[in-house]
């Protein structure tokens, strides 16, 4: 019940293309649902976050989309640039936050 | 200059051998987590201290012990009881529902 499945494993886009990477939770008591940005050989990096009460979120090219009835979330980079390159982890958190539980990751690469 | 420290970056150690990871955070948070990560598994929680001189095993906390004793501070052991100890380790700090990661310590065991 704690799991987070995420996907793809890996995605290529185009430079200036949608990126689109989803994921999908069981645990109905999760109501945070934030995205990491990891480089290679550093610590991932709080990208953007949603809580249940809205359906979509969107920070400058990155958007959360939520379905709560499919219990699912999706994050989208549009206009892809080779600096989005990285891998993106999704994670969710139920009520009182004691600790995050995070989908598997997928490597992005943006080619120019 | 706040944030999170972790040292040192890259560790080797013989197999049989206890290590300790250090973490220090001058952001005045509360809670602190360790996480393990390897390739295609994402993060997976070690333990966990929502306070000071308390903590809670996470996910895969077989092999490791953590203390707290001070705040800022969060130090993992990797015992010689954990099977694969090779890995990135990245500690954490959060308050509320924000969880900031420090830069990882790649611990390769031989």
């Known amino acids: 019940q704690q799991q987070v499945k995420q996907s793809p494993q890996s995605l290529i886009v185009q430079k200036g293309g949608i990126s689109i990477i989803n994921c999908a939770y069981e645990n109905t008591a999760f109501d945070y649902f934030p995205w990491y940005q990891q480089f290679p050989g550093k610590g991932p990096a709080l990208l953007i976050a949603?809580?249940?009460?809205?359906s979509e979120k969107k920070e400058g090219r990155f958007t959360i989309s939520f379905n709560k009835s499919a219990k699912q979330f999706s994050l989208h980079i549009m206009d892809s640039q080779p600096g989005d390159s990285a891998t993106y982890f999704c994670?969710?958190?139920?009520?009182?936050?004691?600790?995050?539980?995070f989908g598997t990751g997928t490597r992005l690469l943006v080619s120019p | 200059d706040g944030g999170i420290t972790q040292s040192p970056k890259y560790l080797f150690r013989k197999e049989g051998q206890n290590v300790t990871l250090s973490c220090e955070q001058n952001l005045n948070h509360d809670a602190m987590y360790w996480y393990r990560q390897d390739p295609g598994q994402g993060l997976r929680l070690i333990y966990y201290?929502?306070?000071?001189?308390?903590?809670q095993k996470g996910d895969i906390a077989e092999g490791y012990s953590v203390s707290r004793e001070k705040k800022e501070s969060f130090p993992l052991t990797v015992t010689s009881a954990q099977k694969n100890p090779t890995a990135f380790y990245l500690c954490a700090s959060s308050i509320r529902d924000r969880v900031y990661f420090g830069p990882g310590t790649r611990l390769t065991v031989t």
């Open positions: 994670a969710a958190a139920d009520t009182g936050f004691q600790k995050l539980v």
């Open positions: 949603i809580r249940p009460d809205v």
């Open positions: 201290s929502q306070i000071v001189n308390d903590f």
